[in-house]
């Protein structure tokens, strides 16, 4: 059923959530969009019929939100680690009645390499001991590694941002072992750095194709080289999909 005078929301922050807001725009349905940071802002369309609102919504202030821009469905293209966002979308949805469609990217097929279930599994136990490890993680997981400074040695690639940067430095690492990169990040460069940092652990997320986990999974068996993977965090989710005419489906379903 669709409402008068209302607006999609879409969750985003992804390379996903682009590709479906350039779509949505093409279609002239009215949107706004949520993003964290002023970079990911960069990523959207400027159009009359599409705003793209910084900053983290919390649980408090989203009936407010959802009340104020009159959001008739919502279409979460969040990160598949950003698990608090869309807990959030998910039960307002419920609470208020509104559709609710999650789009995530393909997760990739079991291979050879490790994959754990949390990273609390990861540093609970002994597979980062004496190694000399990369972490491709984002910079919201480093505080975690602090007790394991000097315990391996580890690298990390962070966004060239200086929230990233500061984190980095608060979790205890030097600046010779941070390298600022935005990515995709190319197989040639992603090789030469871990060569040259003589890398023998990678650590990843399970973040698909979009993440980049293709190229680490093909530079790590190249050089012969441990990585590990932290799965995505479980959620259940009401209404999911992988397929990008079916979430543009849903938003001509249910925005005038």
Not at 22 to 51: D, G, R, S
Not at 89 to 114: H, V, W
Not at 147 to 172: E, N
Request: aromatic content about 8%; overall charge positive.
């Amino acid at each position: 059923m669709k409402r008068e005078n209302s607006q999609l929301w879409l969750i985003g922050g992804t390379q996903e959530s682009k590709q479906l807001a350039a779509a949505i725009a093409l279609a002239q349905l009215p949107c706004i969009i949520t993003v964290t940071t002023e970079a990911a802002k960069l990523l959207y369309p400027n159009l009359p019929t599409m705003k793209v609102k910084v900053g983290r919504l919390v649980k408090d202030g989203l009936s407010e939100f959802l009340k104020t821009e009159k959001i008739a469905a919502i279409l979460d293209a969040s990160h598949p680690y950003a698990a608090n966002i869309s807990q959030m979308a998910i039960a307002a949805a419920a609470q208020y009645q509104i559709p609710y469609l999650r789009y995530e990217r393909p997760q990739l097929a079991e291979d050879n390499f490790t994959t754990l279930d949390s990273f609390s599994t990861l540093l609970a136990g002994d597979y980062l001991l004496g190694q000399r490890v990369f972490l491709a993680i984002g910079y919201k997981f480093l505080p975690l590694f602090l007790p394991w400074q000097k315990r391996a040695t580890l690298f990390a690639r962070i966004l060239p941002a200086i929230d990233s940067l500061s984190a980095a430095l608060t979790a205890g690492f030097p600046p010779e072992r941070l390298i600022a990169l935005r990515p995709p990040i190319a197989a040639e460069l992603e090789k030469a750095l871990w060569q040259q940092w003589q890398i023998s652990v990678v650590v990843t997320k399970a973040s698909g194709t979009a993440g980049g986990e293709d190229i680490k999974r093909q530079v790590a068996a190249e050089l012969g080289i441990s990585l590990i993977a932290i799965a995505r965090p479980s959620i259940t989710y009401p209404h999911q999909t992988s397929d990008f005419s079916t979430a543009l489906e849903f938003c001509h379903q249910h925005i005038v």
